[in-house]
């Protein structure tokens, strides 16, 4: 029996292999050509020992040669790297280490284009409210810093508070940048995205999603608001105002609904003394806007015009001319001025609602009269979410539309509202 030797194979690294074998003479480990030398080793087809960071082949070859260039496809060479290899390759500067397997750089399911997008608004609608005075008593309710702190913290735990926050800073930065047209899909989309989340919301309400939802339906129907006079045509019908005056509607319901867990939004606001004193009387300004609703209250009383529309015009005269005075004597609050205007139609008899959803003449140039002032305050209030942006104002586009629907015999009836805009008549505050 001939001599049995032992031969110790190493197939794996750290992995040892005993095999007999009958004469070690007569054993040739069969060649096997290396597939994980270094690339400078197999240029020249000798064999590598495939040390790291530099193999003898190179150390002998080149002179101060730091590291050889390997290839990445043998997992087997990598288990060979000591501690001390991988640091002193790291450690070359011109070195580039590259990974085995790529490494995403966003999660799945996330659209990178979208949250470029979402990170731009974002960032827009921080950097426009920021800094803006609170709306104190409006309706819909814009107290409690709502703009600058409530709507952005609850838009980070609420998809409905954060889509109609995208939404609206979408259409504000389409009103600054009306060239980007991309912006008015991006808006319509995040806004019917709000609006059907709100309604979903809406069927299970509750202590834990009223405040969401309470401030969505704010977002939901400024956006409406906006989106009227800022992204349709300045020639369409202005009867498509009284969506916000619904949304606002239902934004009273939701919160009386949710009083009992919203308590600081359940407010009452005072009611501010105006009236037609000596002073008031004196300004030019009053001077004419009375002069103008004489003229056309005169008509309220025409032998066509029924007793209900007719009282209905009167009460509507009555409370622009307390606005007027307001606006005039600045007994309070820009922001309560600006509520005063914007929320003019739930003080209104609900036949007025009638008379202007049927687009009757005297109806349309009543609330042209009542628009037309936000122009006095759309330089300085910061409110961009009452007054619109860039070109297209919330005053001056509604005040054409209403002009461009405005039967021809009764053109005249928009001359007063169409100076205010041009600021051909202009706010007199000699007096105060």
């Known amino acids: ?32 050509k290396s597939i994980s030398g270094c690339k400078a080793c197999k240029t020249r087809k000798v064999k590598c020992d495939e040390q790291r960071p530099v193999c003898a082949n190179c150390k ?24 001390s290899s991988r640091s002193s390759i790291s450690s070359h500067p011109t070195e580039t280490l ?9 999660p799945s399911g996330l659209n990178e284009s979208n949250r470029i997008l979402e990170l731009r608004l974002l960032h ?8 803006a005075d609170s709306l104190e008593d409006m309706v819909p309710i814009i107290s409690h810093s709502m703009w600058e702190i409530s709507i952005p913290q609850l838009a980070f735990s609420s998809p409905v508070v954060l889509d109609a926050l995208l939404g609206i800073s ?18 319509r989309t995040y806004f019917d995205k709000a609006i059907k989340g709100q309604r979903d919301s809406l069927c299970s309400l509750s202590v834990e999603n009223a405040e969401p939802l309470l401030v969505g339906a704010v977002l939901i129907a400024h956006h409406t608001w906006l989106a009227q006079h800022l992204i349709e045509s300045p020639h369409e019908h202005y009867g498509m105002s009284l969506q916000t005056y619904q949304m606002c509607v239902g934004i009273q319901t939701l919160i009386r609904d949710t009083t009992p867990w919203l308590e600081k939004y359940n407010f009452r606001p005072e009611e501010t003394e105006s ?13 004419l806007a009375l002069d103008d609703m004489t ?15 007719s009282d209905a015009y009167r009460v509507t005269s009555d409370e622009l001319i307390k606005i007027y005075c307001l606006v005039v004597a600045q007994t309070c609050e820009v922001t309560r001025i600006e509520q ?24 349309m140039a009543l609330m042209a009269r009542n628009l037309c002032l936000l122009t006095f305050f759309e330089d300085t209030s910061k409110a961009w979410w009452v007054h619109g942006a860039g070109e297209k104002k919330v005053a001056t586009t509604a005040v054409l539309a209403i002009r461009k629907s405005m039967p021809l015999e009764w053109l005249w009836t928009m001359a007063w509202p169409m100076n205010v805009v041009s600021r051909e008549i202009k706010l007199d505050l000699s007096n105060y």
Request: proline share 6%; with cysteine.
């Open 124 to 131: 827009h609608y921080t950097k426009t409210t920021c800094g």
């Open 98 to 106: 590259r990974l085995e397997k790529q490494v995403s750089l966003k």
């Open 275 to 287: 009236g037609l004193d000596d002073d008031v009387r004196s300004n030019g300004f009053v001077k």
């Open 60 to 83: 002998k070859r080149y002179i101060n040669v730091t590291c050889c260039e390997y290839a990445l496809h043998s997992s087997k060479s990598s288990k060979k790297w000591s501690t």
């Open 1 to 32: 029996m001939s001599e049995l030797f032992i031969n110790i194979v190493i197939s794996e690294p750290d992995v040892v292999v005993l095999s007999q074998v009958e004469n070690p003479k007569s054993y040739k480990r069969p060649y096997k």
């Open 295 to 309: 003229l056309l209250s005169a008509h309220f009383y025409d032998n066509v015009v029924p007793p209900t529309d």
């Open 340 to 363: 005063e205007i914007v929320t003019v139609l739930h003080r209104l008899p609900a036949r007025f609602l009638e008379l202007l959803r049927a687009e009757e003449p005297l109806a």
């Open 170 to 187: 979408a259409l504000h930065l389409l009103a600054l940048q009306p060239g980007d047209q991309s912006l008015a899909v991006v808006s």
